[in-house]
């Protein structure tokens, strides 16, 4: 699937309400609509100017929508269907952000990771080998990459009010906007 339009990824994200990481809501403590909220809000204060990681924060799991249960291919569903409007940095942040989980996982192993999170790295290759480690470190959007990670780590709390998905209209509109246009100058 590729998004076409921002009413059609609002549509998606406003699916994402009482959708999970896994088909039988197993999984992380929140559903995918008050995930993708939470890791949008993090990103958002730890990175006020950075308007594409923001937005890589809020449709970084939309592949566990559109294909239910598949751990190990989601993030590669999600940037391909957000590839055409939000453009290669943010599809590529939303890409990496499983193997940042890996990088950390390696070079961070006391690190904590939800229950969902650490089944979930054995299905997606589990911690990076030292190669693929420096590797990804020398990789140019591993420093954003990481941070993406980290909120998704930290955007799964119960109850915690991160804001309405309405307010991101206009900032998924500029991004998908400054994509078009650049697009168009190419």
Known sequence: MELRSVDEL???LYACRGAWDTPDGSGDPVDLHD??????????????????????GLVHDLGHLLRPGDDAGHA?????????????RVARLVWLHVPAKRYLSAVSPDRGLSPQ???????????????EADAFARDPLAEDAVALRQADDAGKVVG???????????????????HSRLGAMD
């Open 10 to 12: 609002m549509d998606l």
């Open 35 to 56: 995930h993708a909220l939470q890791t949008a809000a993090l990103l958002r204060r730890g990175r006020p100017a950075d308007k594409e990681l923001q937005v890589a």
């Open 160 to 178: 915690l009010d991160a804001g309405v998905l309405e307010d991101w209209r206009t900032v998924l509109e500029l991004v998908a906007e400054r």
């Open 76 to 88: 590669d569903r999600a940037a391909d269907a957000v590839r055409g409007l939000l453009g290669a």
């Open 117 to 131: 999170s650490a089944l979930t790295l054995r299905a997606q290759g589990g911690p990076m080998s030292p190669a």
